[in-house]
């Protein structure tokens, strides 16, 4: 459509690019069912980058325009990146000076006017640094964040979408394995594990925690990475449960570590007789520990990637939630604001509301918010009432896929039509 | 109720006493509902032994009567095993003559008239057993196996309760990964490992296939403990995959053995740095191998026992055959049949249509029924079209549980109220 760069000033409607970033989600595509489906109402023609960041430095871009309101529409239920996600993050404009300039230049040939850059922390960076260099490069790009993590861990946003989406999948999954394994230990399976993402923060571990209601509920341990992993102190109380309940279902974040700062995993991580590495996690490495140390029939689980794509089993909260934010940035974005991000700010608990408010990506970018101390018990090893309160809204509300005659979910692969490229190739 | 033995002849109306054994599925409790609405139809009592066989033995009886027709309802959408399984095999009349015969002494002091035995090779011979065993101790009972294994590998029956409900969550759950796989593979995992139950059966890893169709969908590989595993041709597969796709998205039963007739995840059990073996599994090793032979970055899952409790994305068919063979078991026992058990028969498979025909219990006991030759690509690595008609009908249809207003599903916990019991305590 543009085979020569464009001269075009502010005067020019110009384009809107879209963008993914860092792990996926299971409602990351209903952010960009509504990024686009708000251009569509407003007339702006909306461009994707394949696989974030590098698919606008290799003016890989996708015309959005191609594809048809139904497929748009199953952005909304369809897990995984749409347009391709990355793991790339740009350095500082100094270091990375030769990479934002290919920037701003792809965003000139192609009249991109507003940057959209759905991710973590690291993108509301980048989103942030592109801001500030629009500015001193004369070319007028407005760049908004849409916030995305199933770690929960952004800044100033009272909570993330993806996140209440893999917290009801955690919480879905644990009580079932927990009636499991409480049928069978008698004979069978006295301790449980299931590792969960989250390697810096424990949000993810503490919504096991709404698997069950008190101390003989499952999960009976949950371990954080917080706070330092205390072995004498978990095996007590794994023993004292299995007494008590008869078995021990532990949910544990895959970033525990010991008090001096080794990971659980990578300490327990073994050899075999090949000579490899093997590649282990904190599950099993949990369960070797109970079977050496308390002679008891152990299982995990390690559930991975199912966790954080289960869009079977989203919360149809966190779905409003990353639909919301990504109205929200085009409105920002169409409004003239720059460097901001559209955050959700929680009105109150019970009953749950919440609004979109705007934050300033500085204070968004490169941090990270970690569970409060108050969220965890006294103990160490479970949730406070205080994070019941936070973390139940966030999983309410079922928002199943349709599911096609074959039983199986029908999930939306786009079109992905390349917008013609007019820029020479950039040497990365 | 029974504070003394009752001696009662055959003109008693006698009770039914229910067991399930085993792995627990997302269904059994539908096949336990079944039965106990059944009976309730009939006028029978219903008891339940607790824990299977083990409750039997020890006279650990649950009277059933005592739960709500909601109670007993909502058995349909609830996991796990409502009174307890237990992992007990019992060895031949003459090697176990003294638990026979107590089972015998416990049946006859609570006019236990009908057993009916939940469960899967192993449980249809227990039940076979304890017919033989009435007959030749002058005691009328009639003892019913109710098919379960989410392994599907009975023989006579088409498929086994249990197992469309873990194909479907399999099917499903590797779709999802795999769109999260292919939206990051330009800079993160190449390669995913989905690790699944089945150890001398290919049943559930065969489901997997249901994710994707051709060659370049998902699951590219599909690995089989009926064949040995090649690690050559595997890799070169993996190779040759990752070149054309970009990534490869693998499905492992965790029986897969080396020609030797190692099993791959012993093989590469390690040893960490505390002397500990290393509880591994195939994911972790195929995920070890890749890795080190093909320098390729990796992820793996090990869902364990969310797979056959996952009963928020149960198949609605395995669902109705679940409830079916429940409520024929019944109807066999109060026929007066013996040593039988309802199978399902498929009628046809397009339309899908299947009946519930009747079994001999010494055709099912101890036989193993594992993946056809003809279900097994000729390369050994995926699934053909003659798998795909059969195992496509087992995943159709949805039936999730009813969730509560706090996103979570409403499953539910027996009273479990006991029996009374009435006989010296078993030492067993």
């Not at 996926?24 to 990024?35: E, L, M, R």
């Not at 990146?81 to 990479?99: P, W």
Request: proline share 5%.
């Amino acid at each position: 459509m543009h085979a020569t760069p464009k001269a075009s000033g502010p005067s020019s409607t110009g384009k809107l690019l879209y963008a993914q970033s860092g792990g996926v989600t299971a409602v990351i595509n209903a952010s960009a069912g509504a990024v686009i489906e708000a251009c569509r109402k407003h007339g702006i023609t909306a461009y994707a980058a394949r696989n974030g960041i590098l698919g606008a430095l290799r003016e890989d871009l996708i015309d959005t325009s191609k594809e048809s309101p139904a497929a748009i529409r199953a952005l909304a239920h369809t897990p995984g990146g749409a347009f391709g996600s990355c793991r790339v993050k740009l350095k500082s404009l100094d270091a990375d000076r030769a990479r934002y300039a290919r920037l701003i230049e792809v965003f000139r040939a192609h009249d991109i006017r507003w940057f959209l850059y759905n991710g973590g922390n690291d993108s509301a960076d980048t989103a942030l640094k592109l801001s500030q260099l629009g500015k001193a490069a004369g070319y007028d790009i407005r760049c908004i964040g849409v916030p995305k993590t199933v770690d929960n861990d952004l800044a100033v946003t009272d909570c993330c979408p993806g996140f209440g989406s893999v917290a009801k999948y955690t919480a879905v999954s644990l009580r079932e394995c927990a009636l499991d394994v409480m049928s069978m230990m008698d004979t069978s399976t006295r301790v449980f594990v299931m590792e969960v993402m989250g390697r810096h923060a424990g949000w993810i571990a503490a919504s096991a925690g709404l698997a069950g209601a008190g101390r003989d509920e499952a999960p009976h341990i949950i371990l954080f990475p917080e706070l330092a992993f205390d072995e004498a102190g978990f095996l007590a109380r794994v023993r004292e449960t299995v007494d008590r309940v008869g078995c021990c279902v532990i949910a544990a974040s895959e970033g525990i570590r010991y008090a001096d700062g080794r990971f659980v995993a990578d300490a327990h991580a073994g050899t075999d007789a090949f000579g490899h590495t093997q590649l282990g996690g904190v599950a099993p490495a949990l369960a070797g520990i109970v079977r050496a140390k308390l002679k008891l029939k152990t299982h995990w689980a390690l559930p991975d990637y199912l966790q954080r794509s289960a869009r079977h089993i989203a919360s149809k909260t966190d779905l409003e939630q990353a639909q919301a934010v990504g109205r929200a940035a085009v409105a920002y974005a169409l409004a003239g604001r720059n460097a901001v991000m559209p955050v959700i700010k929680r009105v109150s608990d019970a009953p749950y509301r919440w609004k979109i408010e705007m934050a300033r990506l500085d204070q968004v970018a490169n941090r990270e918010k970690k569970l409060p101390r108050s969220f965890i018990s006294k103990d160490g090893l479970h949730i406070t009432a205080a994070a019941r309160r936070y973390l139940s809204p966030l999983i309410r509300g079922e928002a199943p896929p349709p599911f096609g005659r074959d039983g199986m979910p029908s999930y939306v692969t786009l079109k992905n039509v390349p917008v013609r490229k007019c820029l020479p190739a950039f040497r990365d």
